[in-house]
């Protein structure tokens, strides 16, 4: 009878199992990139919908706000067909009724609802929906609320939204909790962002940590600050955004001790560069 030693049974068993892969991969690093690009198109195209609706007068009450902004909304949007109703006062907006509609550098359609639940001089809360709302990037069906915090000049905003790349037709379902400021260029050039977003998709569940980041309307991705993105690869995935010129921005993904750089168009045009 031939006798085998315990350890060296294991030892075999141990080898014979493939290892599975802890380092970064350049899939991985290019899947986190484009979800999170994706995400920040959703990002811009719900920002720029709360943008139209900002210009009332603080703290003269609700009726006086959703007068002003039905009245503001139809002068920058004469494409839009812009109706207005009582108990509650709710402004729907039509995009793209009368032609193009056009709106700091996006061309939008479908339908946002917007209500001004609170308009006081302590606070100010905007609530809206969006049904098939499109820029021709992305396509946004959901609900958010706009809290304005009047002396830090910023707007906190939480959203449950799903949203669909028209490129890619990928379709996820997310929320976010984010503060929201006007970069220094003003509200016409972008947005400054801190906090957190998540969503689910076919790829599976990603939460994102936002830090400090800058976003331009025309850009794709950020121009400045970081990401965290907890992955469905169970790999937690840094990213920071950095301009190259009007068109390009650079982006540092890692993870570990590994990591990939990317540049990425004004267009959404991903290109890994060289080692």
Not at 40 to 64: H, Y
Not at 146 to 157: D, M, S
Request: with cysteine.
């Amino acid at each position: 009878m031939r006798k085998f030693s315990l350890g060296l049974l294991m030892a075999v068993v141990i080898t014979a199992c493939p290892k599975r892969e802890t380092r970064l991969t350049a899939g991985e690093a290019q899947q986190a990139l484009e979800e999170s690009a994706a995400a920040s198109q959703a990002e811009g195209l719900t920002a720029t919908s709360v943008d139209i609706a900002t210009s009332f007068t603080i703290g003269a009450g609700v009726e006086r706000a959703t007068d002003e902004l039905s009245n503001s909304i139809a002068a920058a949007l004469p494409c839009a067909d812009v109706s207005s109703h009582d108990q509650p006062y709710t402004i729907t907006v039509e995009h793209g009724v009368s032609g193009d509609c056009s709106y700091r550098g996006q061309e939008l359609t479908g339908t946002a609802r917007i209500v001004v639940s609170r308009n006081d001089e302590n606070e100010v809360v905007v609530e809206h929906e969006w049904s098939d709302l499109s820029n021709g990037v992305v396509t946004l069906n959901g609900t958010a609320e706009v809290t304005w915090n009047l002396q830090a000049q910023t707007r906190h905003v939480v959203h449950h939204t799903s949203w669909t790349s028209m490129r890619t037709g990928r379709h996820v379902e997310g929320e976010g909790d984010r503060l929201q400021s006007v970069l220094e260029g003003g509200l016409r050039e972008g947005i400054a962002v801190d906090g957190s977003r998540s969503w689910t998709g076919e790829r599976g569940t990603w939460d994102l940590a936002i830090d400090g980041v800058e976003m331009r309307w025309a850009d794709p991705v950020p121009q400045a600050g970081t990401y965290t993105l907890s992955t469905p690869f169970d790999k937690v995935v840094d990213m920071s955004f950095a301009r190259v010129d009007d068109d390009t921005i650079r982006v540092t993904v890692a993870s570990g001790h590994r990591d990939f750089t990317f540049t990425v168009s004004k267009l959404g045009v991903v290109a890994r560069s060289s080692p």
